[in-house]
């Protein structure tokens, strides 16, 4: 069985999405075949000869609204693209793609999220919203998920689609070329991760702390330990409860 993961993405503006999906760790990961990058343009499944997808608002108010018809069009085209469906063991059947609607009213997507994707197989669908909205039927009629990436509104659902991607890619296996070290960063462990230094060993008469060049791991450990606890109590001291 291909055990490489799919993320497609719906959008309406491709170019800066294939940009960020075929740069860094995004990019390692497709040529090493974990995954597989599948960017669809919703224009493409527009109405008539100019291929419109989007409309007033019934009802009234300001701004344009995305159609149904294109969007069921492009959904189905992604279930379809898949035409070697990943297997579920346990159920013996076949198991249907995640289909994700970035949206602020959507759940808050957490580091703990990222680790549940990141085990599944199913390929995950994610459709990204433009103006002020979608038809509520989309919504309606297909099975979606709402995710959020915190509480405030950006413009499209492009780039909270990145975020989830990237943070679930580097935390699949063979991504990273250090496996371990997903295990030890912000919201993986306990406290956040811990503050780095590199050379040189005084820049700007800030000197890097004299522990992490004793060569003691013991110390540098525990030095490591208290600096995360202390960044966490003093940024985001609700995380300790």
């Not at 019934?58 to 992604?78: H, S």
């Not at 197989?121 to 433009?130: K, N, Y």
């Not at 509480?151 to 989830?164: F, R």
Request: hydrophobic share 35%; proline share 8%.
């Amino acid at each position: 069985m291909d055990s490489c993961r799919t993320f497609i993405v719906i959008t309406l503006f491709p170019e800066p999405v294939l940009g960020m999906l075929n740069s860094s760790i995004l990019r390692k990961a497709q040529e090493k075949g974990i995954v597989r990058f599948t960017v669809l343009n919703l224009r493409d499944f527009g109405n008539g000869r100019y291929r419109s997808t989007d409309d007033y608002p019934y009802g009234g108010g300001g701004g344009m609204i995305l159609r149904p018809e294109p969007v069921f069009r492009a959904l189905q085209f992604a279930r379809e693209s898949l035409c070697d469906p990943v297997e579920n063991p346990l159920q013996g059947g076949m198991v249907q793609p995640r289909i994700v609607y970035p949206s602020p009213q959507g759940r808050v997507f957490h580091q703990k999220d990222a680790w549940d994707w990141s085990l599944e197989s199913r390929p995950i669908v994610f459709l990204a919203g433009h103006y002020e909205g979608i038809d509520e039927r989309i919504l309606l009629g297909n099975t979606i998920e709402e995710w959020s990436v915190g509480d405030y509104v950006l413009t499209g659902g492009e780039l909270p689609a990145l975020s989830m991607i990237d943070s679930v890619v580097r935390l699949l296996p063979g991504v990273l070329s250090d496996p371990h070290a997903v295990r030890n960063e912000t919201f993986s462990g306990d406290f956040f991760d811990y503050p780095q230094y590199t050379r040189p060993p005084v820049f700007e008469g800030m000197e890097v702390p004299d522990v992490l060049l004793s060569g003691d791991h013991a110390r540098i450990g525990q030095f490591r330990r208290e600096k995360a606890r202390e960044k966490m109590l003093r940024v985001r001291p609700e995380l300790l409860k």
